[in-house]
């Protein structure tokens, strides 16, 4: 991809931290019925409760991000064209584009707004909101419990917009998970370490929020051009769960 091309994404993506922003491009790209072939500026200002000098001004930016369109359209008395703002086709390109989209935005409205959290402190906390915990979820203490509290998070993963694969190592303790089709390339292209923060902290939150806090994970950038590799590893010693057996004595 060329560096234009992701810069320009990764400025579509910091342009998006703004909740005004969001809240305009999720009302246009949701639209139907009348408002399918677009809003003006004074009724989109109506359903944020805004001023619409103030919703003008987050559309000018949206349409020279390339996020909005805009077209001129004749009012039936006389006066000046209504100008209509719609999402520009392909900015949202599938219901996977659009859920990670707004997962992203809410990354770096954390890690670049007021919070001011670094970005794999954002990751932990969006795993803490989206996760719910289970009392009952301790460390696991056998290959194969853990095995299953890294298959729940890569469930998780898979439904974030990721295509994990998964490789077990060191007798199961050791994990590592190839993602594929990350939701977040284009800005990984830019800012690497934005990116692979963001992940260490969604999985390493996703394994707490599983009963899994001293779960070690690391991440190995851009193994192949569409390829980021984690390495998750459990701490907790396994205990065995060979049973040992004696031959009955019959007696006499």
Same mark, same amino acid.
């Given at each position: 991809?060329? *560096?234009?091309?992701? *810069? &320009? =994404? ?25 408002? =399918?072939?677009?809003?003006?500026? @004074? ?13 003008? %001004? ?6 020279? @991000?390339?996020?909005?369109?805009? /077209?001129?359209?004749? /009012?039936?008395? !006389? ?6 703002? $719609? ?17 992203? #935005? ?5 890690? %670049?707004?007021? /919070? ?7 990751? $932990? ?10 009392? =009952? ?12 509290? !890294? ?22 303790? /050791?994990?590592?998970? +190839? ?8 800005? &990984?292209?830019? +800012? ?7 992940? $260490? ?20 950038? %851009? ?5 980021? $590799? ?5 701490? #907790?010693? %396994?205990?065995? #769960?060979?049973? *040992? ?8």
């Amino acid at each position: 991809m060329a *560096s234009g091309q992701t *810069s &320009a =994404a990764h400025s579509k993506a910091l342009l998006l931290a703004s909740p005004v922003r969001r809240a305009i491009v999720d009302l246009l790209a949701e639209s139907d019925g009348e408002e =399918a072939d677009g809003m003006t500026a @004074a009724q989109l200002a109506e359903l944020l409760e805004l001023h619409v000098t103030t919703v003008r %001004f987050h559309l000018d930016q949206l349409v020279t @991000a390339g996020l909005l369109t805009t /077209s001129d359209v004749k /009012s039936s008395g !006389v006066g000046r064209p209504r100008k209509l703002y $719609r999402a520009a086709p392909g900015s949202l390109t599938s219901a996977d584009d659009e859920r990670a989209r707004r997962m992203l #935005t809410e990354l770096l409205a954390d890690s %670049f707004g007021e /919070s001011g959290l670094t970005p794999a402190e954002a990751g $932990r906390r969006w795993s803490r909101r989206h996760i719910p915990v289970d009392p =009952a979820d301790v460390p696991a203490d056998t290959a194969g419990r853990w095995l299953t509290k !890294v298959g729940r998070m890569i469930d998780i993963l898979a439904d974030w917009g990721y295509t994990p694969e998964v490789i077990t190592e060191e007798g199961g303790h /050791s994990i590592r998970i +190839n993602l594929r089709r990350c939701p977040f390339i284009d800005l &990984a292209h830019t +800012n690497p370490a934005v990116v692979c923060g963001i992940h $260490r902290g969604l999985i390493h939150g996703a394994l707490e929020q599983l009963g899994e806090p001293e779960a070690q994970v690391g991440l190995e950038p %851009f193994v192949e051009p569409d390829l980021c $590799r984690a390495l998750v590893r459990t701490p #907790t010693p %396994f205990r065995s #769960t060979a049973r *040992s057996t004696s031959n009955p004595r019959s007696s006499s």
